[in-house]
């Protein structure tokens, strides 16, 4: 909340606005992320960010104190999943999507864990809002 009148950018902030960071546009802004809206995970390879450019749990006194718990969890759990199987729609879906404090789904898709060797891989087809923000053909 601003305290007083100011410019941003050589945009004027009156007193007393809200200013919020919007990880949503952030990390979408192609300077930084190349074909920010594929999905490629070897974007993450290089080297590390600084701050503030990505910021999925918050950033200064707001950031999460269990963010280095729940980055491992993450990547372990994925890793060992992925390795193994295959995740895919359960079926077509429509998925919409609501903006919180994070983007997220409107309706969360139901996904199906498949053994490679089992089935081919297929599953549903994503339709509506949700598949024009990312495109998963890689």
Same mark, same amino acid.
């Given at each position: 909340?601003?305290?007083?009148?100011?410019?941003?950018?050589?945009?004027?902030?009156?007193?007393?606005?809200e200013?919020?960071?919007?990880?949503f546009?952030?990390?979408?802004?192609?300077?930084?992320?190349?074909?920010p809206?594929?999905?490629? %995970? =070897?974007?993450?390879?290089?080297?590390?960010?600084?701050?503030?450019?990505?910021? *999925?749990? /918050? &950033?200064g006194?707001?950031?999460?104190?269990?963010?280095?718990?729940?980055?491992?969890?993450?990547?372990?759990?994925?890793?060992?999943?992925?390795?193994?199987?295959?995740?895919?729609?359960?079926?077509?879906?429509?998925?919409?999507?609501?903006?919180?404090?994070?983007?997220? %789904? =409107?309706?969360d898709?139901?996904?199906?864990?498949?053994?490679?060797?089992?089935? *081919?891989? /297929? &599953?549903?087809?994503?339709?509506?809002?949700?598949?024009?923000?990312?495109?998963?053909?890689?």
């Amino acid at each position: 909340l601003t305290t007083h009148s100011t410019t941003l950018n050589s945009f004027p902030i009156p007193e007393s606005c809200e200013i919020l960071l919007s990880p949503f546009l952030a990390h979408r802004e192609p300077e930084r992320f190349p074909r920010p809206n594929e999905f490629m %995970p =070897e974007r993450w390879q290089g080297p590390k960010l600084p701050p503030f450019v990505y910021f *999925p749990f /918050g &950033g200064g006194s707001h950031y999460c104190a269990g963010r280095s718990l729940a980055a491992q969890m993450m990547k372990t759990s994925l890793a060992f999943l992925l390795r193994r199987f295959d995740l895919v729609l359960s079926f077509d879906q429509e998925v919409d999507w609501k903006i919180d404090i994070v983007l997220l %789904p =409107e309706n969360d898709p139901l996904m199906s864990i498949r053994k490679p060797e089992a089935t *081919p891989i /297929g &599953g549903g087809k994503l339709v509506g809002p949700a598949r024009e923000l990312i495109d998963l053909k890689s």
